[in-house]
T-cell receptor
Framework: AQKVTQAQTEISVVEKEDVTLDCVYE???????LFWYKQPPSGELVFLIR??????QNEISGRYSWNFQKSTSSFNFTITASQVVDSAVYFC??????????????FGQGTILTVHP | EADIYQTPRYLVIGTGKKITLECSQT?????MYWYQQDPGMELHLIHY???????EKGDLSSESTVSRIRTEHFPLTLESARPSHTSQYLC??????????????FGPGTRLTVL
């Protein structure tokens, strides 16, 4: 069975600080996909990024960066120079490639990020 | 990116009422999903559909039912609402592009309160 763990329930930072959100996953599949979603106070989940299990290249998008390490089963998310608008709940999720689990997401518990001005 | 809509956004209703939460998407995605999000934030898959006339129960048991008569429409119905149904319900859709898995795109959610 697959599992995603976000050990940090809440993180509080001051604007312009860098912050890293941790995500650790478990799966028996050799092919799988990892996701990060953002849930602002308005409630919708906003897709941020998707990574394939065979592509460990780190990715940077503006102030956001993701570090994928298969050796430690981790897919961590860093926000550089955080802003108040980054305040939200962030979810890490895992999807397996096939079988009865195809396309289905397993979510972590979520991390509440609060950025203070 | 999908355009996916949910109505109503907020609903307060009394125990025993029948309710239908609407979800529609305009991207022609073949797969659609319903998630329940409890106040502790965790998201649980309660129903999914891989196409018209296909519906399956998700990982979390739910007293709700769904139907998929049209590709773009995936309503969720509670025949008799109870306070334990109070939650946020999120609808999502996805479609396979190229190879690999889908990316799910979410609607704005419906916050249901049953008194």
């Amino acid at each position: 069975a697959q599992k995603v763990t976000q050990a940090q329930t809440e993180i509080s930072v001051v604007e312009k600080e860098d912050v890293t959100l941790d995500c650790v996953y478990e799966t028996r599949d050799t092919t799988y996909y990892l996701f990060w979603y953002k849930q602002p106070p308005s409630g919708e989940l906003v897709f941020l990024i998707r990574r394939n299990s065979f592509d460990e290249q780190n990715e940077i998008s503006g102030r956001y960066s993701w570090n994928f390490q298969k050796s430690t089963s981790s897919f961590n998310f860093t926000i550089t120079a955080s802003q108040v608008v980054d305040s939200a709940v962030y979810f890490c999720a895992l999807s397996e490639a096939g079988g009865t689990s195809y396309g289905k997401l397993t979510f972590g518990q979520g991390t509440i990020l609060t950025v203070h001005p | 990116e999908a355009d996916i809509y949910q109505t109503p956004r907020y609903l307060v209703i009394g125990t025993g009422k029948k309710i239908t939460l609407e979800c529609s998407q305009t991207m022609g995605h073949d797969k659609m999903y319903w998630y329940q999000q409890d106040p502790g934030m965790e998201l649980h898959l309660i129903h999914y559909s891989y196409g018209v006339n296909s519906t399956e129960k998700g990982d979390l048991s739910s007293e709700s039912t769904v139907s998929r008569i049209r590709t773009e429409h995936f309503p969720l119905t509670l025949e008799s609402a109870r306070p334990s149904h109070t939650s946020q319900y999120l609808c999502a859709s996805s479609s396979r592009t190229g190879w690999g898995t889908d990316t799910q795109y979410f609607g704005p959610g419906t916050r249901l309160t049953v008194l």
